[in-house]
């Protein structure tokens, strides 16, 4: 046996350079095997965690895909019937929106007795009748989706707690960010938005934001500086006012 061949045979297949040409690289395979286990999350997120090339695609490909699987007409919508442009804050980020919620912590304008850790939910449903409800009358010519809000016990003598997620189409030109920059209303550099990890770029504490929703008596909430994802809690009545 020649010294090339003894090589050959000693070389581990982990050893051997990745291939572009590898079934699980090409895209149409990927796409094929996530249509047929309906874009399963769990799934998507280890695919996205194995090496750089599949993260790549997964943030290129996969998480739009995902998006539009699970909500077309909201994708649709957010993308001017582009579905496959591009979405401030990345697909990515609007899937983690989609199934997480991102907890809550006492803020300046909304306190809490104890923080809710972050969290992955079932299912949300975006809605932007909900998301209308939420904006001030003079500003609810904006394109706002809220997701039902993800409501926790605080205990038997406090209100539950529902945290909701939402996104705007526009947020840069909408008439909610330019009444609340108008305010001048303080925000911390230090608060990040739990999706895309981008700064805080306003603070809705009152003003743009609607508080004379059915069934709440506090609303606060955050949007970062894609201008696209916002994060926010309300304070519940009680099961009774909600039905």
Known sequence: MSATQRRRVNVHPSDEPESDDSGILKEGILLLVFESIKWDLQVLCLTASV???LR?????????????FRAPCMVAALANGAPNGRI????DALAKLMFFCSGCESTRHFIVSRAI???FTRASRFSKTSGRSFLAKKCRGDLLFVSDPCEHPMGDKEDDLGIFRGVFRGFMRSKTRACLLRRQVPFDERVRCPYCGTREDVDGDDDGVNEELSGYNEVDGDACS???VTNGS???LGEDVLG
């Open 51 to 53: 090496n750089r090339k």
């Open 56 to 68: 790549a695609i997964a943030k290129r490909l996969l998480w739009r895909k995902l998006c539009v």
């Open 226 to 228: 894609h201008q696209t």
């Open 88 to 91: 401030g804050g990345g697909w």
């Open 234 to 236: 309300t304070s519940s």
């Open 117 to 119: 850790p972050g969290h």
